[in-house]
Nanobody
Framework: QVQLVESGGGLVQAGGSLRLSCAAS????????MGWFRQAPGKEREFVAG????????TYADSVQGRFTISRDNAKNTVYLQMNSLKPEDTAVYYC??????????????WGQGTQVTVSS
């Protein structure tokens, strides 16, 4: 198990940017695939981005490809989600997740508490 704490959410206007951070502790961080998910009101949680333990490869949902960038700093046990060109439909609670599996499996076993991102039009 990995303990995860997200930060960096907030209110931003459409077209703006935010950077989410997720601090991890527990299982050796560099051995974990890390991911970001989001859940909007009334909708199911959806995959946003994933990154392997080494930082490559990375995967993205089609809806955020080209606007969001996932990265990690293994020395700081932290994963980031840089979100640019934000749209109102990006409004959701964003969750950090960790996995001992491949980044392509999208199967995660540890979750943070979530951070709210609200994009106003």
């Amino acid at each position: 198990q990995v303990q995860l704490v997200e930060s960096g959410g907030g209110l931003v206007q459409a077209g703006g940017s935010l950077r989410l951070s997720c601090a991890a502790s527990g299982r050796t961080f560099s051995s974990n695939t890390m991911g970001w998910f989001r859940q909007a009101p009334g909708k199911e949680r959806e995959f946003v981005a994933g990154i392997s333990g080494s930082g490559v490869p990375r995967t993205y949902a089609d809806s955020v490809q080209g606007r969001f960038t996932i990265s990690r700093d293994n020395a700081k046990n932290t994963v980031y989600l840089q979100m640019n060109s934000l749209k109102p439909e990006d409004t959701a609670v964003y969750y950090c997740a960790a996995s001992g599996s491949s980044v392509f499996s999208r199967k995660y076993d540890s979750w943070g508490q979530g951070t709210q991102v609200t994009v106003s039009s």
